[in-house]
């Protein structure tokens, strides 16, 4: 009875061991994939966040500057400006005085440069090496300006910019969180009121140079539009002579007519009497 009973069993377990071991094979390539794919799953949310945290960090880095950071990272860029500037205008400037203005700019604001990256690194931030946007914007409009205005627009730009650095500076002369920035704004401020009055004097003699150009001349004329002009008047007078003369001759002729006239009137009534 037990033997009958074992070999139907025995049986079943030699035909069932086969796709036995064949789930137990393929199970754990499944919990393998399964695995791998919760654990990519995993990984893509976390770099998912990672980027969103920094994002938001460096989105959030200006809003997070205090007004001293704020001060030194917008000085910095109108530095750098400044230096650009300058070596613009010792290449494309016409007057020499605007020249050594430009090359006083490039040397002044090189060490300012070296002193601001200085306090930079005592507010722990990094100053910026390029332009912002808008003084890139500015730079590029005196990269497109003609020649013969380069000068004078060049010198109305630098009393614009250094009258706002003289008011700045003393504002943060009183009201700056850091005794560095102080400090800083206090030594930079006598040197930026000397670039300011020298760049009104400039102005002034833009503006004189200007004027002595064409000396007692009308504006919008020029030399021979004048004796042109001169000219038509006096053909313009000679006509009126003429024509006034002519209109005399013909009254004179006028007058004898009608005095003829009457006179052969009176002979005729004379005869008829």
């Given at each position: 009875?037990?033997r009958s009973i074992a070999i139907p069993f025995a049986a079943f377990a030699l035909c069932?061991?086969?796709?036995?071991?064949?789930?137990?094979?393929?199970?754990?390539?499944?919990?393998?994939?399964?695995?791998?794919?919760?654990?990519?799953?995993?990984?893509?949310?976390?770099?998912?966040?990672?980027?969103?945290?920094?994002?938001?960090?460096?989105?959030?880095?200006?809003?997070?500057?205090?007004?001293?950071?704020?001060?030194?990272?917008?000085?910095?860029?109108?530095?750098?400006?400044?230096?650009q500037a300058g070596q613009l205008a010792q290449q494309q400037a016409q007057d020499e005085?605007?020249?050594?203005?430009?090359?006083?700019?490039?040397?002044?604001?090189?060490?300012?440069?070296?002193?601001?990256?200085?306090?930079?690194?005592?507010?722990?931030?990094?100053?910026?090496?390029?332009?912002?946007?808008?003084?890139?914007?500015?730079?590029?409009?005196?990269?497109?300006?003609?020649?013969?205005?380069?000068?004078?627009?060049?010198?109305?730009?630098?009393?614009?910019?250094?009258?706002?650095?003289?008011?700045e500076h003393q504002h943060q002369m009183q009201n700056a969180q850091s005794p560095e920035?102080?400090?800083?704004?206090?030594?930079?401020?006598?040197?930026?009121?000397?670039?300011?009055?020298?760049?009104?004097?400039?102005?002034?003699?833009?503006?004189?140079?200007?004027?002595?150009?064409?000396?007692?001349?009308?504006?919008?004329?020029?030399?021979?539009?004048?004796?042109?002009?001169?000219?038509?008047?006096?053909?313009?007078?000679?006509?009126?002579?003429?024509?006034?003369?002519?209109?005399?001759?013909?009254?004179?002729?006028?007058?004898?007519?009608?005095?003829?006239?009457?006179?052969?009137?009176?002979?005729?009534?004379?005869?008829?009497?």
């Amino acid at each position: 009875m037990i033997r009958s009973i074992a070999i139907p069993f025995a049986a079943f377990a030699l035909c069932a061991a086969p796709a036995f071991a064949e789930d137990q094979q393929q199970q754990p390539a499944a919990d393998a994939a399964a695995q791998a794919q919760q654990d990519a799953a995993a990984g893509a949310a976390a770099a998912q966040d990672q980027a969103q945290q920094a994002a938001a960090q460096q989105s959030g880095q200006q809003g997070q500057q205090n007004p001293d950071q704020m001060f030194i990272r917008d000085l910095a860029s109108a530095n750098q400006f400044e230096i650009q500037a300058g070596q613009l205008a010792q290449q494309q400037a016409q007057d020499e005085q605007v020249k050594r203005f430009a090359q006083m700019m490039v040397e002044d604001h090189t060490k300012a440069g070296e002193q601001i990256k200085q306090i930079a690194q005592s507010l722990q931030m990094q100053v910026p090496q390029e332009l912002d946007a808008v003084h890139q914007a500015k730079l590029q409009k005196l990269q497109q300006l003609p020649a013969d205005q380069f000068s004078r627009k060049y010198i109305i730009g630098q009393v614009g910019a250094h009258t706002m650095n003289v008011l700045e500076h003393q504002h943060q002369m009183q009201n700056a969180q850091s005794p560095e920035v102080k400090q800083m704004a206090t030594q930079m401020l006598p040197k930026l009121e000397q670039h300011l009055q020298e760049a009104l004097r400039l102005t002034g003699t833009q503006a004189r140079t200007a004027s002595e150009t064409e000396p007692g001349q009308p504006q919008g004329t020029t030399p021979d539009q004048s004796g042109q002009s001169g000219q038509s008047s006096d053909q313009a007078g000679q006509s009126g002579d003429q024509a006034g003369q002519s209109g005399q001759s013909d009254q004179s002729g006028q007058s004898g007519s009608d005095a003829g006239s009457t006179s052969g009137t009176g002979a005729t009534s004379g005869q008829g009497q």
